[in-house]
């Protein structure tokens, strides 16, 4: 008996069939993913919100896509928790929860929401719920008409920083200048010796030398180069003879010849004594000569006292001698004074460049250039920006000022499409940028025409004098995935209240569903980069609804 035969159609039982079908669908049931949808309720007051949770139950290594954005509408979306993972054996249950919420009464139905597990689509069932009006007491309380949008002056919170900056620059600055300039710094012990007055120095140098270790070492030129030295430069400064650079022999001819004018009452045996000591000292340098110690010793004595006498036998200064002096420590304290304010011109002056050349290699001269002397579209781009909703239906979009309502009148063979129009609008007559934005709720539940609105648009900028150059279009997507239409280009844009045209660039948004539509209108000069990043900003906020 064949074995192959117990399995044939003849020999398999109406029970067994069925046995077999269920065991199949079964492990086929357990292997597809299942996919559900709950409300923690269906009724809530205006602003309260919905938890509704989406779960997906599947093989533990699937990829489940969860709705994201405006899906939920009529209902908004406040929140998207994180997803919750809970594995069960060789599956896995998946739960994300979202609140949502509406501000207007009334029966709402949340659609079917589409979710992508393992590439294959699966929609949950929709679900209705009640919103309900909160209720007012009129009575007791006031009802106020709603106020006027007024203009608010502008934050000065950026031009403080700005100047406490510059402050904090010129305060460093002034420090580095009076440190190095303008303080008084401790003199040295040399210093102060070059202070005294030329007889004091001389005396007190001659002590010095009375204290070194010169004869000691028998080290007699250093001996004889400094004391000669010293009643040299005595000489040079109260005699006002060139005494450092000329040799003994004219040093004392020049000496006898003051004597012999009155103007150095000197004794004739000083000079012989003077002449003496500069004698030994020539052939202590020139010669190798090496006195004894004793004799060093008197010729400094001697040196000592032939600065003595030639302090006596100068005349006492006169008055115009004395005046003469006065007028010349003025002018040089005024010369070390324009020295310092020179000093301090060069150093500032250095600074700056050098701070300047460092900001410009850093950010380049067009910005440092528009930061100095001011841009009007690079304040608009680096002040606060404004995230706002504009319109019914809303737009929502950030920009760099509050746009303010336009009064629009329809023209009659409007009316009878559009039911109502707003709209919204910021220009900058400086940098020639404008955004607006309009909001258009239309007679009947039909599809907008954007290519019609597109023409429209574009007559209306050439009657204002602009001449369009280029048009292209394509897609757009708003932040949520809100699909839209992009019309954009560039063309010769007039300036108000001028006949000039400058090069321009302009984008427009279209958006829209059953009964509505929303535009979105940009434009600009076509060299201004911060205009241009101004536009790709507030593109990556626009934020429209999909239903009325």
Not at 164 to 192: D, H, N, Q, S
Not at 459 to 476: L, R
Not at 506 to 512: A, H, K, M, N, W
Request: negative net charge; proline residues 4%; contains cysteine.
């Amino acid at each position: 008996m064949n074995n192959y035969k117990l399995f044939s159609p003849k020999r398999i039982s109406l029970g067994t069939l069925i046995l077999i079908l269920f065991f199949c669908f079964k492990g086929i049931s357990q292997n597809l993913p299942s996919v559900s949808s709950a409300v923690d309720t269906t009724a809530i007051k205006i602003g309260e919100q919905i938890r509704y949770k989406i779960t997906v139950e599947a093989d533990s290594s699937a990829q489940v896509i969860f709705p994201e954005g405006q899906t939920f509408s009529p209902l908004e979306t406040v929140e998207a928790l994180k997803t919750d993972t809970v594995k069960k054996q060789d599956r896995v249950s998946l739960q994300r929860i979202y609140a949502l919420t509406q501000f207007d009464s009334g029966a709402y139905t949340i659609p079917k929401q589409y979710i992508v597990v393992n590439g294959k689509s699966f929609f949950t069932d929709s679900i209705q719920v009640h919103v309900a009006n909160v209720p007012v007491d009129t009575l007791t309380q006031k009802l106020y008409d709603i106020k006027p949008i007024i203009q608010v002056e502008k934050s000065n919170s950026g031009l403080w920083k700005i100047i406490l900056g510059i402050l904090g620059v010129l305060i460093l600055l002034g420090g580095l200048v009076y440190w190095f300039v303008f303080r008084k710094k401790p003199l040295t012990a040399a210093e102060k010796i070059a202070l005294l007055p030329p007889f004091d120095r001389a005396i007190l140098e001659l002590k010095e030398l009375e204290n070194s270790k010169y004869l000691i070492q028998d080290d007699f030129k250093s001996y004889y180069s400094e004391l000669t030295d010293i009643v040299r430069s005595y000489l040079e400064e109260e005699v006002h003879v060139t005494a450092l650079e000329s040799t003994t022999d004219q040093l004392i001819d020049t000496l006898e010849m003051m004597k012999d004018a009155g103007q150095l009452k000197l004794e004739e045996d000083t000079i012989k004594q003077f002449k003496k000591v500069l004698q030994t000292s020539d052939l202590v340098k020139f010669a190798k000569s090496k006195p004894e110690t004793s004799v060093a010793e008197q010729d400094r004595k001697s040196v000592e006292q032939i600065v003595i006498k030639t302090k006596e036998a100068i005349p006492e200064p006169t008055e115009e001698d004395l005046l003469q002096r006065e007028e010349y420590l003025e002018a040089l304290a005024k010369k070390n004074q324009k020295k310092k304010l020179v000093l301090t011109a060069v150093i500032g002056i250095s600074i700056l460049l050098i701070a300047g050349v460092a900001t410009i290699g850093y950010y380049g001269f067009g910005y440092v250039k528009d930061t100095v002397l001011g841009h009007p579209t690079k304040e608009l781009l680096e002040g606060e920006w404004v995230q706002s909703d504009y319109g019914n239906p809303p737009i929502g979009l950030q920009t760099p000022k509050v746009l303010l309502r336009q009064p629009v009148k329809l023209p009659p063979e409007a009316q009878a499409n559009i039911k109502e129009i707003q709209a919204f609008a910021y220009r900058s007559s400086l940098g020639l940028f404008t955004v607006a934005t309009t909001s258009m709720t239309l007679t009947q539940a039909v599809d907008p025409n954007f290519e019609q609105t597109a023409e429209q648009l574009l007559k209306a900028f050439e009657a204002q004098g602009n001449k369009i150059i280029t048009t292209k279009e394509e897609e757009f997507y708003s932040v949520s995935g809100v699909k839209g239409a992009k019309l954009y280009g560039s063309g010769k844009f007039s300036v108000p209240e001028s006949n000039e045209l400058v090069d321009g660039k302009y984008v427009i948004l279209f958006f829209g569903g059953k009964g509505f539509q929303q535009n979105i209108m940009l434009s600009w000069l076509s060299e201004d980069a911060y205009a241009e990043q101004i536009v790709d900003k507030i593109l990556n906020t626009v934020e429209v609804k999909t239903t009325l």
